[in-house]
């Protein structure tokens, strides 16, 4: 059972702790720098993936439309 695991992932550095150990663990400064990195790269992916997904709404659409029509406004 996954809740029953005598390990539990740090928060912090995602390393494995022993539950017993984790009030006293400390994260090495290095993974957890890898880790803070690598749930910023989760971030930046979902952003990006938020705006593909808000440019496939109707209120994107517009909004693609609109710049569209000024370009071709201008000409
Ligand atoms: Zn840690």
Known sequence: MLFRSRFMPCQECGASVDRTDLPTHECS????ADY?????????????????RYLATASGRFETWLAARQVHGQA
């Open 29 to 32: 400064p290095q993974r957890w």
């Open 36 to 52: 803070q990195a690598f749930g910023l790269r989760d971030e930046i992916a979902e952003l990006e993936a938020g705006i593909g």
